[in-house]
């Protein structure tokens, strides 16, 4: 594991929590620290006395959450993988931003879809109110398509925390999923 690899994973609590950061630090949870230090040393990122300093604070950690203020400015927060489909290392936040991303996509979806039918349906409805070189409409159809396009716009909108917090649920899964997927493969 590199110090900027996906040292979160390695715990069977993520320290970040702060559901998790008053439980009792295991000795494993310090070899993951002591681990990411030592490689920081390694690749120079860490004078003798810093490294010295800061393995002796693992040491003296008794809970999960003393561990990442120990290697914050070492690793980062969430994981390297975070433009791929992983997600292995990410941080509650992460998956909430993925969460509201997705919720984002829907509404652009909704939005789209308003206008993309509203210009087609108008258009044909236009195109087939010319007759014979007088304009003479009919029954204006396309604002039952506008309708129920603009009734899902305003259900997406409407239901934005619901479907937000539904990703995470789902998105916690998934990493659930992939994290003993993962420790299985180890």
Wanted: net charge negative; glycine share 4%.
């Amino acid at each position: 594991m590199s110090a900027t690899g996906d040292v979160w994973s390695s715990f069977d609590h993520d320290p970040r929590l702060p559901a998790n950061a008053p439980l009792r630090a295991a000795d494993r949870d310090r070899d993951v620290i002591r681990t990411a230090l030592a490689t920081a040393y390694a690749e120079g990122r860490l004078d003798r006395e810093e490294f010295d300093e800061r393995s002796e604070q693992v040491t003296s950690a008794r809970t999960l959450g003393e561990l990442p203020p120990i290697i914050a400015d070492l690793v980062p927060d969430r994981s390297i993988e975070r433009h791929s489909s992983s997600l292995v290392g990410a941080s509650p936040q992460e998956l909430r931003r993925r969460a509201e991303l997705h919720w984002q996509a829907e509404r652009r979806n909704a939005v789209v879809g308003v206008l993309g039918a509203s210009l087609v349906t108008w258009a044909i409805w236009l195109a087939t109110s010319w007759s014979d070189g007088d304009f003479d409409p009919y029954f204006p159809w396309p604002l039952i398509v506008m309708a129920l396009s603009l009734a899902n716009l305003i259900r997406t909108v409407a239901t934005k925390a619901d479907s937000i917090e539904e990703g995470v649920r789902y998105l916690e899964k998934k990493q659930a999923k992939q994290l003993r997927s993962k420790r299985s493969e180890e």
